[in-house]
T-cell receptor
């Protein structure tokens, strides 16, 4: 798991707070992903990023805002969240965005978010 | 659209016995299949993948998976289970979505290995 790190590991925030989740990958990959994992639901892909582009997911509310300043770092900015946004947020990376379906995604340990 | 089904929410097995965690898939085109494991309060760890070639794929921690094209299945197996194998297991299929690859995950199967 040291290939992809995430901070903080745990976060508790109120609905009016603004916070950010950070992800860093040390694998030399060019694509990074944010997933949401809620209890008893399949993993939901939220955002996909590469050096060249960001892939929008129109089903994700605008209170989630991703930022990818370089190929190693990915942020998820949070503002005015709702209690139902409480979940485990996972970051992943893979060698390339359009390199083909055979690439393996490697995951970080996740940030456990609780919205009060 | 691609999909994955893991028909069992939970699998119970005694330590030392063989284990199987089931997965079936649906995808247009070539199937690229993955297994991940998630321990409590941790992220997903890659176990193995099938791309092409031999239908029996060997992975980490003694796990292997058998690809069966006619049954569209990719079951995870281990000859002798350990208590430390107790975790949540996810099957996933990779496919192209608007030109970029995405993973579609099953809902997961909890494996409980008893001493």
């Amino acid at each position: 798991e040291t290939g992809v790190t995430q901070t903080p590991r745990h976060l508790v925030m109120g609905m009016t707070n603004k916070k950010s989740l950070k992800c860093e990958q040390h694998l030399g990959h060019n694509a990074m992903y944010w997933y949401k994992q809620s209890a008893k639901k399949p993993l939901e892909l939220m955002f996909v990023y590469s050096l060249e582009e960001r892939v929008e997911n129109n089903s994700v509310p605008s209170r989630f805002s991703p930022e990818c300043p370089n190929s190693s770092h990915l942020f998820l900015h949070l503002h005015t969240l709702q209690p139902e946004d409480s979940a485990l947020y996972l970051c992943a990376s893979s060698p390339s965005l359009r390199g083909g379906s055979t690439d393996t995604q490697y995951f970080g340990p996740g940030t456990r978010l609780t919205v009060l | 659209a691609q999909s994955v089904a893991q028909p069992e929410d939970q699998v119970n097995v005694a330590e030392g016995n063989p284990l199987t965690v089931k997965c079936t898939y649906s995808v247009s085109g070539n199937p690229y299949l993955f297994w991940y494991v998630q321990y409590p309060n941790r992220g997903l760890q890659f176990l193995l993948k099938y791309i092409t070639g031999d239908n029996l794929v060997k992975g980490s921690y003694g796990f292997e998976a058998e690809f069966n094209k006619s049954q569209t299945s990719f079951h995870l197996k281990k000859p002798s289970a350990l208590v430390s194998d107790s975790a949540l297991y996810f099957c996933a299929v990779s496919g192209l979505n608007s030109g970029y690859s995405t993973l579609t995950f099953g809902k997961g199967t909890m494996l409980l290995v008893s001493p």
